[in-house]
């Protein structure tokens, strides 16, 4: 039997925690001095739009100008040095508490790696040196660029102990949201006042109160896949986040967001308090955990923080101040492949780690007082984690003496993978988005608030098209066109909202009678979200990578045997006959030339893999299909980009190798040189080999590739030009048609009276013909009827003469209705057409033509004459007539 239950049996009082039996404190994000308010009072001012008390809320108003902003990034050099304003300190000290930080690490190895070492890459001795940029404001050394991803990983042997362990209800939430459905969670927050609705969290329905509902109506039911009520984050945690935080940790990008009216409980949710964390902390804690109890894989996770403030994006981690060569965020890539770029990443190892993060990120955020929500969030935020992972490997194939064999690659575009497969294994790379969304909200006493507010109303109202739109897709089997480019946060969210992603979006309402209209409306867009279909895939780095791994290693032996004939060379060919060296030196011929063709291969393997069975042959780009499309040509043309940008890395790391070969003293033995002679002679070989490969592979069909979507682009743009031209021409002949037709029926109008005068001048000279003239031409709607008359006639002409006389084409041109075709009448065609509308006149005379007087023979004669009026003609015949 389902319980049903109401809010309104929910009271601030009887929000007491049942856990600990204390009363909740509705904490606001920007407390007031504890002891000025009395808790109930708190809470109510905080949190309700419209009751009825004073709201003294406007006197704890701050600003949330860029000064502010300074402030607080200034002080992020250190976190011991941020300013403890007291309406920040709580939220940070929330963010510590929820997180339940360890003193210090206890495993063995460092969890926190070391600061940049000398004898790293030179590119990372440069980073290192770029990261203070300003005096004073010192930046995180995790930041990725700082890090050697190899050295960050954490694995279960090193993971942080505090983070706890992963309980049996997290395994059972595991396999929740895998449908392709969004998971879609209503959370109602508890209220002093009655509710206005009605709810069975056993059900999982919602119903407004037909108390509320309008007279005669029955109210809406909703279902959703969760119904929660009270403050206890953690069964939201696990109901709403948990199997897509796993998920996440499986390989799927998976995105959580908290959507609803401001001052609903959104940030209560995503970030909690002190008694109540909420889904990032318990996130995170569950992402150490997952790791512990995964013995077989290896993880790199970073993390960053934005905001979407006023549609433009800021890097929470990295606010202006904080940098002198500042760039504001921006999205870039093409359709689903969205990047966030310049955007601060940062490696994290521990929850000590994340907290810092989000600490930093959080101070950064744009909140202010407004009429309904003390702190309330005026902008969209998003914090994000990269997880990367790999197989864990046997360990002593692979690595040098500082734990590698080459230094880092620098990853080829920014947002790509950092972490290296390995001797076949695949890395595995997913992304998990909290977003804490901006509240939707009704027009606000102050200015700066009301434009914060259109803002975001602007972008939530976006959010609900993109979502209604690939609702009814998914119903219809359409395939509309979805706006995401009309505001960042769709844009952002592009890649997750397209299916790529498991979702699961958390509605928060109040159930207040005063915000009714407010929750209806957010319940409405979780009907709509529950709508879109979702197919999301883990993205892993397999194949390509392992086929490379299977080169490289093809290419080591090679090069080794190689090196042992060179080697016994100068011994060998003494022994050998002329034909037997000849015979020598074609085998090493074919093993430098399989060398080059492996070389090739490996620049080319995307391609290799796309042509899948014959992997001897590189797949070059000249095999192009040039009936693609200038966007599938766009993207080949990034595609090999790419390729050519993992090239310039591996001459890099080669070279960078080259250096950092130890030099020989002077006094060293002249064998030791000759070896280091022919190291050298051998590294520059493959340097040579590399380049060649680049060179022929690469070079000549990305410029062809380039020139291609270039000149196919140029054609559309001429053609483009071309249409534009004729459509302006054609625009110009309307007007000059229209201007004709104009002065046209102004003549015809100017006839028509002249001849109603005549006839009314006829009548009162009582020659009794009136009986003989048709009554339109002496009332005011003759015009219209000489009009149609005019084009009925004209119509008849173009039947009868202008299309019989035409060839079949321009016969059809002529019958099509579009005014764009009446661009290739033939000249003369228009000459005929311009007559008829020139001689409408004739067509009424006609009608006259029973009057009881005869017609002059000039009228008879001038019948079908452009130039010849006969009305003109009669009016002048009649002239001296006395009246
Ligand atoms: N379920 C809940 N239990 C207890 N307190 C809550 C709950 N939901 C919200 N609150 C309290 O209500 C106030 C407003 O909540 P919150 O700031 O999370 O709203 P919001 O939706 O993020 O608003 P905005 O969009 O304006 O940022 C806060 O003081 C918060 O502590």
Not at 458 to 479: D, F, M, P, R
Not at 481 to 488: E, L
Request: with cysteine; glycine share 6%; net charge positive.
């Amino acid at each position: 039997m389902p319980t049903t239950s109401s809010t309104s049996a929910t009271p601030t009082t009887s929000m007491t925690s049942l856990r600990s039996g204390r009363t909740v404190p509705f904490t606001p994000k920007r407390p007031l001095s504890q002891d000025d308010i009395p808790a109930a009072a708190r809470f109510v001012r905080a949190n309700t739009p419209l009751n009825d008390q004073p709201q003294p809320a406007k006197k704890y108003k701050s600003s949330i100008s860029a000064e502010s902003r300074v402030r607080s990034t200034v002080s992020t050099s250190a976190t011991t040095t941020r300013p403890k304003t007291p309406s920040k300190s709580n939220s940070h000290s929330n963010l510590s508490a929820n997180l339940h930080l360890p003193s210090t690490p206890t495993r063995s190895r460092s969890t926190t790696p070391a600061p940049p070492s000398p004898s790293l890459s030179p590119r990372k001795r440069n980073d290192s040196r770029a990261a203070s940029p300003l005096p004073g404001v010192e930046l995180s050394k995790m930041d990725v660029t700082n890090v050697d991803p190899e050295e960050a990983l954490v694995d279960y042997q090193n993971v942080d102990v505090s983070s706890g362990d992963i309980d049996e209800a997290m395994l059972r939430q595991i396999d929740r949201g895998k449908e392709d459905k969004v998971l879609v969670s209503v959370r109602i927050r508890p209220s002093t006042k009655p509710s206005a609705w009605t709810h069975s969290t056993t059900n999982r329905t919602i119903k407004l109160d037909p108390t509320h509902a309008k007279s005669g109506t029955q109210p809406q039911e909703f279902r959703f896949d969760e119904v929660l009520t009270g403050s206890d984050n953690r069964p939201v945690y696990n109901s709403a986040a948990r199997s897509h935080v796993c998920a996440a940790m499986d390989g799927y990008n998976a995105v959580i967001f908290a959507y609803g009216q401001t001052a609903s409980g959104k940030t209560f949710t995503l970030t909690g308090d002190d008694e109540h964390p909420g889904i990032i902390p318990r996130a995170m804690k569950d992402i150490f955990a997952y790791i512990r109890r995964t013995p077989t894989r290896e993880y790199l996770l970073r993390c960053s923080y934005l905001e979407i403030y006023n549609e433009s994006i800021h890097d929470l981690l990295s606010p202006p101040s904080s940098s002198l060569t500042h760039a504001p965020v921006s999205i870039q890539g093409i359709g689903d492949n969205v990047v966030l770029s310049p955007l601060r990443e940062e490696v994290v190892t521990s929850l000590k780690g994340v907290k810092g993060v989000l600490e930093r990120g959080y101070a950064n955020r744009r909140t202010a007082s407004t009429d309904w929500n003390e702190r309330s969030s005026r902008s969209h935020s998003v914090f994000r984690v990269v997880v990367e992972s790999r197989e864990r490997g046997s360990g002593g194939d692979e690595t040098g003496t500082n734990g590698r064999a080459t230094p880092a690659p620098v990853p080829p575009t920014p947002g790509g993978t950092r972490l290296q497969s390995r001797g076949g294994r695949s890395v595995q790379t997913s992304v998990l988005s909290l977003i804490d969304l901006a509240g939707s909200e009704k027009a606000t006493s102050d200015k700066d608030r009301t434009r914060e507010g259109k803002y975001i109303n602007t972008s939530l109202l976006t959010l609900g098209t993109v979502i209604a739109t690939l609702g009814e897709n998914a119903v219809k089997g359409k395939t509309d066109h979805v706006p995401f480019r009309n505001s960042k946060l769709t844009r952002m969210l592009q890649p997750s909202l397209s299916g790529n992603a498991r979702i699961s979006v958390i509605c928060t309402i109040n159930p207040e009678p005063g915000a009714i209209a407010e929750s209806t409306s957010t319940l409405l867009f979780a009907q709509r979200v529950k709508r879109v279909q979702l197919n999301a895939q883990k993205k892993e780095i397999v194949d390509t990578e392992a086929l490379l791994e299977r080169y490289r290693k093809e290419i080591e032996d090679l090069k080794r045997r190689l090196a042992e004939r060179e080697a016994e060379a100068p011994t060998r060919t003494r022994r050998l006959s002329a034909r037997e060296q000849l015979d020598e030196s074609r085998a090493m011929g074919d093993i430098n030339s399989r060398i080059r063709q492996l070389t090739k291969l490996i620049l080319t393997s995307q391609s290799v893999d796309e042509a899948k069975g014959d992997e001897s042959r590189p797949a070059s780009p000249s095999k192009l299909d040039f009936d693609l499309s200038p966007y599938q040509l766009q993207q080949e043309l990034l595609t090999a980009r790419r390729q050519l940008e993992t090239q310039a890395t591996q001459i890099l790391s080669l070279e960078a190798a080259l250096l950092a070969r130890p030099e020989l003293p002077p006094d060293a033995p002249e064998s030791e040189k000759d070896r280091v002679l022919a190291e050298q002679t051998k590294t520059i070989r493959e340097l040579e080999i590399v380049v060649r490969g680049y060179e022929e592979n690469l070079g000549e069909p990305l410029r062809a590739v380039r020139e291609d979507v270039e000149r196919e682009w140029a054609g559309r743009l001429e053609k483009e030009m071309r249409l534009r031209v004729e459509k302006e021409a054609w625009a110009e002949e309307l007007v000059r048609q229209l201007e004709k037709e104009k002065n046209n029926r102004n003549k015809l109008e100017e006839e028509r009276r002249a001849l109603a005068a005549f006839v009314t001048r006829f009548d009162a000279l009582g020659l009794g013909v009136q009986t003989a003239i048709p009554a339109r031409l002496r009332h005011q709607d003759t015009g219209n009827s000489i009009s149609s008359r005019t084009s009925s006639r004209k119509s008849s002409f173009n039947i009868g003469f202008g299309l019989a006389a035409l060839p079949e084409e321009e016969r059809e041109r002529e019958e099509t209705p579009s005014p764009v075709k009446l661009l290739p009448l033939r000249p003369a065609m228009m000459e005929h057409v311009n007559l008829m509308e020139q001689t409408p006149v004739e067509e009424a005379w006609s009608d006259v033509g029973d009057v009881s007087f005869d017609m002059p023979a000039e009228v008879e004669k001038g019948k079908g004459r452009a130039d010849a009026s006969p009305l003109r003609s009669v009016l002048a015949g009649k002239e001296n007539t006395p009246l």
